[in-house]
C-alpha cells in the first residue's frame, strides 16, 4: 500500500523473473526481483524474492536486465552509468557519463550485446560545433573491465538515439532517433552487426521513436513513436509494411 512510482520493468529471457525499479521519491529508488512461478493467482499474492535498494535513483532512463538474469543496468539521476550484480548487489560498473560529451543528459542504455558480456550505448553530441544539429554515437561498457569506449568507427545517427535492440542471434541491430532542434529525419535504423556497417534507414515516422523490437524468428521489425503510430517494417525488403495507430484500450487501425 505504499506510495511509490514504477518506472521501469524486465523480464527474463526465460519469463521467471520481473525485476521492477520503484521510487519512494526523487532522491531515492529500488530495483526489487520478483519469481513469477511463486505467484498465486488464486489468492492474488507474490511472494518477493529479493529487495536490491540503490543509492542514487534510477528512473533516469529506462534499466536493462542481462538475457542471463544476472545484471541490471541502467543511468542515474547523478548522471552515473551503473551495472548491478543481482546476486552480490554490489555494483560492479560505476562511470561518470558528464565527462563524456556535452549532451550527457540525452545518453541511452540500449542493450546488452547477445553472446558477451556488453552493452551498448547511445552518446550524443552537437554536430562539428552547430548547438541546433546533433549526432549520436555508439558505445560500449564492458562489464568485465568496468570501462566505456566511444566507437568512433561504428555507424553514427542524426538526432538522438532513443531506443535499440539485437536480434536472437546478434547479427543485426535496430535503433530509432529523435530530434533536438530543428527538423530531422524520424527514422529506424538497421544496421550489420557483423561489419558495422549501416543496412538502410526506414522513414515513415513523424515523430521521436521510443522504442524497436526485432520479432523473435528475425524477419520484421516493430518501432512505436510518439507520433502515435506503431510500425511493422520487412527487414528483407527494408519496406514498411503495416502501420497501426490506437482508437481505444482494445481497438487498432491498420
Not at 542514487?56 to 543496468?73: F, R, T
Amino acid at each position: 500500500n505504499e506510495k511509490t512510482f514504477l518506472f521501469d520493468v524486465q523480464i527474463s529471457n526465460d519469463g521467471e523473473t520481473v525485476i521492477t525499479n520503484k521510487s519512494y521519491n526523487l532522491e531515492g529508488s529500488y530495483l526489487v526481483r520478483w519469481k513469477l512461478e511463486q505467484h498465486n493467482l488464486a489468492t492474488k499474492t507474490t511472494t518477493l524474492k529479493q529487495e536490491v535498494p540503490n543509492n542514487e535513483a534510477w528512473y533516469s532512463g529506462k534499466i536493462m536486465l542481462s538475457p542471463d538474469g544476472k545484471y541490471i543496468a541502467g543511468k542515474t539521476t547523478a548522471h552515473r552509468y551503473q551495472v548491478l550484480d543481482l546476486e552480490s548487489k554490489e555494483i560492479v560498473v560505476d562511470i561518470d557519463n558528464k565527462a563524456l560529451r556535452n549532451l550527457h543528459n540525452l545518453s541511452h542504455v540500449l542493450s546488452f550485446i547477445p553472446n558477451t558480456n556488453q552493452i551498448l550505448l547511445s552518446i550524443p553530441d552537437f554536430k562539428e560545433g552547430n548547438f541546433m544539429e546533433v549526432v549520436s554515437s555508439l558505445a560500449i561498457i564492458d562489464i568485465d573491465k568496468a570501462t566505456l569506449d566511444i566507437k568512433t568507427d561504428y555507424p553514427s545517427f542524426e538526432g538522438w538515439v532513443m531506443s535499440g535492440h539485437f536480434n536472437a542471434d546478434g547479427t543485426k541491430l535496430v535503433v530509432g532517433n529523435d530530434d533536438y532542434f530543428g527538423e530531422i529525419k524520424w527514422q529506424v535504423s538497421l544496421v550489420d552487426w557483423e561489419t558495422k556497417q549501416l543496412i538502410c534507414n526506414l522513414d515513415g515516422h513523424n515523430s521521436g521513436v521510443s522504442h524497436v523490437r526485432f520479432e523473435p524468428k528475425g524477419k520484421r521489425i516493430y518501432s512505436a513513436s510518439l507520433d502515435g503510430f506503431i510500425n511493422t517494417w520487412d527487414i528483407k525488403s527494408c519496406a514498411l509494411k503495416a502501420s497501426m495507430i490506437a482508437m481505444n484500450d482494445l481497438d487498432y487501425l491498420i
